[in-house]
Structures are given as structure tokens and as C-alpha cells.
């Protein structure tokens, strides 16, 4: 594995560890109420985006590794270049459903890759 993919699965790591925590005993409610809360969450979206994006640039193989991974950086480009059409339910459930089951993803496929849990020993 590359050192750069290593790092950039590290961020997608980081990333959704970080949404779990923002979000943890949140409701929908609390998230439209919250402009903080929202503007977090987005960014921490768009990380994963992109990171997604570097990686397939850098390996185009790992579009069969990674799921969805058109659909995650189809939504960065959205969240960047049409945020007027976001809604915010739509980022809810992509936050309550998708981003655990993309986090355990991730843990377990990397589980095995210190390299990929502690980001000083890639870079």
C-alpha cells in the first residue's frame, strides 16, 4: 500500500470517528438547530470525500475496495459546489446510517495496518 493511500485512509478513519462523536445522542432536530454542529459535520463529509477521491486518483482499484466510493465523493462534490441544495435530512442519514457502517468498514479492513491507525508512522 501506498504511504500517501496509508495517510488518506488514516483521515477517512479520523474523519469518521470525529462525525460519531459530533453526533453521539444528537437528533435531526438538534442538527438543524445547531449551524456549529452542521458546518462540523459538512466539513468532516468533505474530508472523506476527497480523501476518497485522492485515493482513487492514486489507485483506481480501490473503487472495488471501498464502498460506495462514487457515491462518497459524488456527495463531497455536491456538499462543495451545490451546498444551496442540501437538505438536511439527507446529511442525518448519511451520518446515523452510512458513516458507522464506513467506519467499521474501514477498521476492519485495516485492523491488521498499524500503519493506517497511527498517521506519525506513515508520514
Known amino acids: 500500500m501506498q504511504p500517501k493511500i496509508r495517510s488518506l485512509l ?4 479520523q474523519a469518521c470517528q470525529v462525525l460519531e462523536d459530533f453526533t453521539k445522542n444528537k ?3 438538534d442538527y438543524q438547530q445547531n449551524e456549529l454542529l ?10 472523506i470525500g476527497e480523501a ?4 482513487l486518483r492514486l489507485d483506481p482499484e480501490y473503487e472495488h ?4 466510493a462514487r457515491e462518497i465523493v459524488g456527495f463531497r462534490n455536491i456538499l462543495v459546489h451545490g451546498y444551496f441544495a442540501v437538505q438536511d ?15 467499521k468498514e474501514f477498521h476492519r ?12 508512522k506513515i508520514i
Do not use: F
Open 10 to 13: 488514516y483521515d477517512i478513519q
Open 27 to 29: 437528533t435531526l432536530t
Open 38 to 47: 452542521r458546518a462540523g459535520v459538512e466539513r468532516k463529509l468533505m474530508i
Open 52 to 55: 476518497v477521491s485522492q485515493i
Open 65 to 68: 475496495t471501498i464502498p460506495n
Open 89 to 103: 435530512e439527507t446529511v442525518w442519514g448519511i451520518v446515523t446510517t452510512d458513516v458507522p457502517d464506513c467506519s
Open 109 to 120: 479492513s485495516n485492523h491488521d495496518d498499524p500503519q493506517v491507525r497511527s498517521r506519525k
